[in-house]
C-alpha cells in the first residue's frame, strides 16, 4: 500500500534513477500527485492505479531509507536555523493545508503571488519555500538550512597557544587577549548559574563582572581593614564579548525564563502552544486518541514468580475515524512521556514483528497499520511541554490537549479501554476487587501469577479480536458506507477509509520514529565497556576506535544515549549528522539482563542491593570470628615458643634454617606418606619389628642427626597425647 510521503524509485533509459514523494492521495478519483525530490519541477498528477501496476511489473518500487528524513533535536538548533525555518513555515503554512488546490498550476501560481505580496517576498522563494517543503517530507524542519553540511560539522575549533580572532587595536597597550578554552568554559557555566540565573535578575553585563571579582583576581589590597579583590587585566582575562558569545551559543530560554522569573511564569507565557482542542476525522489516520489505564490486576516478576510487582499501566491509540486499535503499551512505567511514547511508537511500527515477539502469529492483513496521524488527541499531561516538540517539528504531527476535566473529549480510547478491563478481568487471577475487603478475607495480592510478558499477550489478543472481530454497535455508518455495506467491523471501516477517503495517514521510517520518540540520558564510557543503568554495552565501532582502552588509560567520560525500556539488549548512539545511529549490543557477561525490560532489571538490582545490606552483619560477624581464632592461634604459638625458648644467639640460629628445613621435611613426609588398607590396632596387638626401627635403637648418641629425629619425635608424641 503507497501512503503520503511514500518514496517511489524509477529506473531511467540512462541508467540515472528519478525518485518521486507521493504528495497526496484520492484513491476514489485514482489520482496521485507526486513531486521530483531531486529536481526542480513541480508537483504533477499520477494515475495511483498506474504506480501500484509499475510496482508489481518492477518498473518502479518503493524507496526504504528517505535522503532527507533525519532527526533533530530542538534544543540544539541555532537561533538563526530556527529564524529561517520560522519565517519560512509563517509563509507557506497556509499554502500547503490547501491540497489538493495548491498542486494546480494556476491556482499555485495565484496563491504564491498573493503571498509574496503580504510577506514583500520574490515568488520564486515562495515557490523555492513549497517545493524544499514537498521534496523533503511535508514536515516543518525541512525548510531548515542545510548548515550542518558547512565547514566543520560537530568539530570545535582547539585554542592553541596563538591567540584566535580579529587582531586588537592598541594591542600593545591593552594586551592580545586569550583564548576560550575548556576551563574558562567552565568558569562561565559556573558563573552564569550563579550571577545570571537567579531570582536577583542580574543583567548579563554583570554576571560578567562578578564573574572577573571572583574568578580572574589573585591579589588583595586592605582597605579600612577590608579585604579588596584586584582583579587581572583585560589582556589576561576574556573580554564580555567572548562571555556574550558563549552564553548565547549555549542559551537555553526555557532555564533562563524559569530560573529569573519562574516556571509558572513561562508554562503561563512563554511555553509553545501546541494545537489546538477539536478535530473532526475524515479518513483514517486524520486523528489518532491516546489514553492510559492502570490495570485491575496485580503481577508477578519474570525473575521470581514469588515477588509481586504491583499494577501495570496500559497504553492505547484508537484511529477516531475507524475505531482501529493502532497501538498499545503494557508496562510499569506511570502515566507519562515514556509511555506515550512506546505507544506511538508501537502504532507506527509492523505489528506482525510485534505480535511475533510475543509468540502470536498473525498476517498483515489482521493488523495492517504501521504509520503515523496528522493529529494526535490526549490528555493534559503527556503531550504537554518539550518532549513533544520533535514530535511535532521533525514529524509533522499535531498535537491536541482536552480541557482539564474533560476526558468526554476521547471518549473513543476512554471507553476503548473500559470495555478491555470489563473483558479480561473476570478470567485473570489477582485481580483488585474493592468490595470484598473485609476483615478476614484474603488479600487478593496473592493470588497474583501472570507476568508482563503474559498480560500484554492477553492486550494483544484483545486488540486482535476488537479489530477484526468486535461490532461497534454505536458508530454512525456515512451514506457510502451504508451503500458498500461496510461493516461495522474496525478492519472493514479502515480498509474502506483507505480506498475511498483522502490520506491521511503519513509513511515514516520507523526507525527514524522511534529515534524522535525514545527518550535520551547519560552514559558513561568505562574501561569494562559502555556504562547505562547498571549495565554495560559495546558496539563495532567503539571497538574499533578502542574506546575501552582509551577509557582505561585516560578516564573516563560522558555521552548521550537514546534507549528504549522495554528491550535493554540495545542502546543508541546518535550521529552528528541527525540520520544515522550507532547500535549498542549488551555484553554476554551480562546475559541475564538479556530480554528483560528496564522495570525488571532495576527491580532485580534493588533486590540484590536489599540482600547484601541484609548479609552484611553476618559475613561482619564470620568475619569477626576468624579474626578472633586467628588470633588466638598466634597468642598459642607466641606462649610456646617462649617455653622452649633456648639461649641459642640469632646468628646461630639463621645459619641453622637449611638444615632445620630439611629435618622438618623428613618428619613431615613420614606423616603425610600414604598408608592404603590402614587399620587400628588394639592394645594388645603384636608389635612388628622393623629393621629401621631396630637400627635407631642402636645409634650411637654421638649421631646428632639421629638424635635430632628422635628428640623431635619424643616432643610430637607429647604433643599428641
Same mark, same amino acid.
Given at each position: 500500500m503507497i501512503a503520503v510521503n511514500t518514496l517511489i524509485k524509477w529506473g531511467q533509459d540512462n541508467d540515472k534513477e528519478s525518485v518521486e514523494r507521493i504528495l497526496w492521495l484520492d484513491r476514489q478519483q485514482n489520482l496521485a500527485y507526486v513531486i521530483n525530490i531531486y529536481s526542480n519541477e513541480s508537483p504533477f498528477p499520477r494515475c495511483i492505479s498506474d504506480i501500484e501496476e509499475c510496482i508489481k511489473q518492477g518498473i518502479a518500487g518503493l524507496l526504504d531509507s528517505d535522503p532527507f528524513v533525519k532527526v533533530v533535536d530542538e534544543g540544539e538548533l541555532s537561533e538563526k536555523s530556527k529564524e529561517i525555518r520560522d519565517r519560512a513555515w509563517e509563509v507557506i503554512k497556509e499554502l500547503v493545508t490547501l491540497e489538493p488546490v495548491i498542486f494546480y498550476k494556476k491556482e499555485r501560481r495565484e496563491l504564491v503571488l498573493k503571498a509574496s505580496s503580504i510577506y514583500n517576498l520574490h515568488e520564486k522563494t515562495v515557490s523555492n519555500y513549497l517545493k524544499r517543503f514537498w521534496k523533503r517530507g511535508k514536515i516543518k524542519n525541512a525548510l531548515l538550512p542545510d548548515y550542518y553540511l558547512c565547514g566543520g560539522p560537530g568539530k570545535e575549533r582547539r585554542a592553541g597557544d596563538k591567540k584566535r580572532g580579529r587582531r586588537r587595536k592598541n594591542a600593545e597597550l591593552v594586551g592580545e587577549g586569550i583564548n576560550v578554552d575548556e576551563e574558562v568554559k567552565k568558569i562561565f557555566n559556573i558563573a552564569i548559574n550563579k550571577y545570571y540565573h537567579t531570582g536577583a535578575k542580574n543583567s548579563l553585563k554583570l554576571a560578567y563582572e562578578l564573574m572577573r571579582k571572583e574568578f580572574?583576581? +589573585?591579589?588583595?589590597? %586592605?582597605? =579600612?581593614?577590608? @579585604?579588596?579583590?584586584?582583579?587581572?587585566?583585560?589582556?589576561?582575562?576574556p573580554t564580555y564579548a567572548q562571555f556574550r558569545y558563549w552564553y548565547y551559543k549555549n542559551i537555553n530560554l526555557k532555564k533562563q525564563i524559569s530560573s529569573r522569573q519562574s516556571s509558572k511564569k513561562y508554562e503561563q507565557q512563554y511555553r509553545p502552544l501546541l494545537g489546538n482542542t477539536t478535530s473532526e476525522a475524515i479518513a483514517p489516520g486524520s486523528i489518532y486518541q491516546i489514553d492510559a489505564t492502570v490495570g485491575d490486576i496485580y503481577l508477578v516478576s519474570r525473575y521470581n514468580r514469588n515477588w509481586i510487582i504491583g499494577r501495570p499501566v496500559i497504553y492505547g491509540v484508537i484511529d477516531v475515524f475507524s475505531r482501529m486499535v493502532v497501538g498499545i503499551y503494557v508496562g510499569l512505567e506511570g502515566p507519562s512521556w515514556i509511555g506515550a511514547m512506546m505507544a506511538l511508537a508501537n502504532a507506527a511500527s509492523d505489528k506482525v514483528a510485534f505480535c511475533k515477539e510475543y509468540g502470536i502469529d498473525i498476517e498483515e492483513k489482521d493488523w495492517p497499520v504501521h504509520h503515523l496521524p496528522e493529529a494526535i488527541l490526549a490528555d493534559r499531561g503527556e503531550l504537554e511541554g518539550k518532549n513533544v516538540e520533535n514530535l511535532i517539528n521533525a514529524l509533522h504531527v499535531k498535537i491536541q490537549n482536552t480541557p482539564p476535566y474533560r476526558a468526554d473529549w476521547k471518549a473513543v480510547i476512554e471507553q476503548h479501554l473500559r470495555i478491555t478491563n470489563i473483558r479480561v478481568k473476570p478470567l485473570?487471577?489477582?485481580?483488585?476487587?474493592? /468490595?470484598?475487603?473485609?476483615?478476614? +478475607? #484474603?488479600? !487478593? @495480592?496473592?493470588?497474583?501469577?501472570?507476568?508482563? !510478558?503474559?498480560?500484554?499477550?492477553? %492486550?494483544?489478543?484483545?486488540?486482535?479480536?476488537?479489530? =477484526?472481530? !468486535?461490532?461497534?454497535?454505536?458508530?454512525? #455508518?456515512?451514506?457510502?458506507m451504508v451503500a458498500d455495506e461496510v461493516e461495522c467491523i474496525p478492519r472493514e471501516i479502515w480498509?474502506?477509509?483507505?480506498?475511498?477517503?483522502?490520506?491521511?495517514?503519513?509513511?515514516?521510517?520507523? +526507525?527514524?520514529?522511534?529515534?524522535?520518540?525514545?527518550?535520551?540520558?547519560?552514559?558513561?564510557?568505562?574501561?569494562?565497556? $559502555?556504562?547505562?543503568?547498571?549495565? !554495560?554495552?559495546?558496539?563495532?565501532?567503539?571497538?574499533? *576506535?578502542?574506546?575501552?582502552?582509551?577509557? #582505561?588509560?585516560?578516564?573516563?567520560?560522558?555521552?548521550?544515549?537514546?534507549?528504549?525500556?522495554?528491550?535493554?539488549?540495545?542502546?543508541?548512539?546518535?550521529?552528528?549528522?541527525?540520520?544515522?545511529?550507532?547500535?549498542?549490543?549488551?555484553?554476554?557477561?551480562?546475559?541475564?539482563?538479556? /530480554?528483560? =525490560?528496564?522495570?525488571?532489571?532495576?527491580?532485580?538490582?534493588?533486590? *540484590?542491593?536489599?540482600?547484601?545490606?541484609?548479609?552484611? +552483619?553476618?559475613?561482619?560477624?564470620?568475619?569477626? /570470628?576468624? $579474626?578472633?581464632? $586467628?588470633?588466638?592461634?598466634?597468642?598459642?604459638?607466641?606462649?610456646?615458643?617462649?617455653? *622452649?625458648?633456648?639461649?641459642?644467639? /640469632?646468628?646461630?640460629?639463621?645459619?641453622? $634454617?637449611?638444615?632445620? #628445613? @630439611?629435618?622438618?621435611?623428613?618428619?613431615?613426609?613420614?606423616?603425610?606418606?600414604? *598408608?592404603?588398607?590402614?587399620?587400628?590396632?588394639?592394645?594388645?596387638?603384636?608389635?612388628?619389628?622393623?629393621?629401621?626401627?631396630?637400627?635407631?635403637?642402636?645409634?650411637?648418641?654421638?649421631?646428632?642427626?639421629?638424635?635430632?629425629?628422635?628428640?623431635?619425635?619424643?616432643?610430637?608424641?607429647? %604433643?599428641?597425647?
Open positions: 580572574f583576581s +589573585d591579589e588583595f589590597r %586592605i582597605e =579600612n581593614g577590608i @579585604r579588596v579583590p584586584v582583579i587581572k587585566p583585560i589582556g589576561e582575562v485473570l487471577p489477582g485481580t483488585v476487587d474493592p /468490595d470484598v475487603r473485609e476483615r478476614g +478475607d #484474603r488479600d !487478593y @495480592r496473592l493470588d497474583a501469577k501472570l507476568d508482563i !510478558y503474559q498480560f500484554t499477550q492477553i %492486550i494483544i489478543k484483545c486488540a486482535l479480536y476488537h479489530n =477484526n472481530q !468486535y461490532h461497534l454497535k454505536n458508530y454512525d #455508518r456515512e451514506e457510502m480498509n474502506w477509509g483507505i480506498a475511498n477517503c483522502a490520506g491521511k495517514l503519513r509513511s515514516v521510517p520507523e +526507525d527514524i520514529v522511534k529515534l524522535n520518540l525514545m527518550p535520551s540520558d547519560a552514559a558513561t564510557v568505562t574501561a569494562k565497556g $559502555i556504562k547505562f543503568k547498571g549495565l !554495560y554495552y559495546a558496539s563495532p565501532k567503539t571497538l574499533k *576506535e578502542r574506546w575501552f582502552e582509551k577509557a #582505561r588509560n585516560k578516564g573516563t567520560w560522558k555521552i548521550d544515549v537514546s534507549y528504549d525500556p522495554r528491550n535493554m539488549n540495545f542502546i543508541y548512539i546518535k550521529e552528528q549528522n541527525g540520520m544515522d545511529f550507532e547500535k549498542c549490543f549488551l555484553l554476554e557477561h551480562q546475559d541475564r539482563y538479556k /530480554d528483560k =525490560n528496564l522495570e525488571e532489571i532495576q527491580y532485580l538490582l534493588e533486590e *540484590e542491593k536489599l540482600q547484601i545490606k541484609i548479609a552484611e +552483619d553476618k559475613e561482619l560477624q564470620a568475619k569477626v /570470628d576468624l $579474626i578472633t581464632e $586467628i588470633e588466638s592461634i598466634a597468642k598459642e604459638a607466641e606462649k610456646s615458643f617462649k617455653e *622452649e625458648k633456648s639461649n641459642e644467639s /640469632d646468628s646461630k640460629r639463621k645459619k641453622g $634454617i637449611r638444615n632445620n #628445613r @630439611r629435618l622438618e621435611k623428613m618428619l613431615n613426609r613420614e606423616k603425610e606418606a600414604f *598408608e592404603l588398607d590402614k587399620k587400628e590396632t588394639g592394645s594388645n596387638a603384636a608389635v612388628i619389628p622393623f629393621s629401621r626401627a631396630e637400627q635407631e635403637e642402636e645409634v650411637d648418641e654421638n649421631d646428632t642427626i639421629s638424635l635430632l629425629i628422635r628428640k623431635q619425635k619424643e616432643a610430637l608424641k607429647k %604433643i599428641h597425647e
